[in-house]
């Protein structure tokens, strides 16, 4: 009875550590990284009032000299630019560290290019 006691508790206290250090590298594996970057028009100026997305994680609005910073992101989201009149130079950059740096060209665009992306490519 004993003995079976005693196997009991090494299993339990076993189940447990094993437990915590699953939870202790589930946690370590979703820590926030700090990304940041710049928008810039086609002349170097800075792009204020871009909507950057990253996804999973939030969103940051881009400053008067085009400067943004998110402290929220995990590694493997997305990052990508918006704003009504511009087209970006990416699609979306993946996080892939902490202090990445990730920036944009916004290019200019008319109403028609951007309600019609084909016409876009024809005109550039």
Do not use: Y
């Not at 990052?79 to 990730?102: L, M, N, P």
């Amino acid at each position: 009875m004993k003995r079976s006691l005693l196997v009991g508790l090494l299993l339990f206290v076993s189940l447990v550590l094993v437990g915590c250090s699953f939870i202790s590298f589930t946690e370590s594996s979703r820590r926030d990284l700090a990304v940041s970057g710049f928008v810039l028009d086609e002349n170097g100026e800075g792009v204020g009032g871009v909507v950057i997305e990253i996804s999973p994680g939030g969103q940051a609005i881009t400053n008067a000299e085009g400067g943004w910073e998110f402290g929220l992101a995990r590694k493997g989201s997305k990052v990508s630019a918006e704003k009504s009149g511009f087209a970006f130079s990416s699609e979306a950059v993946v996080v892939t560290k902490t202090d990445q740096v990730i920036s944009f060209l916004a290019i200019a665009i008319t109403e028609e290019e951007e309600e019609d992306p084909a016409a876009l490519i024809v005109a550039r």
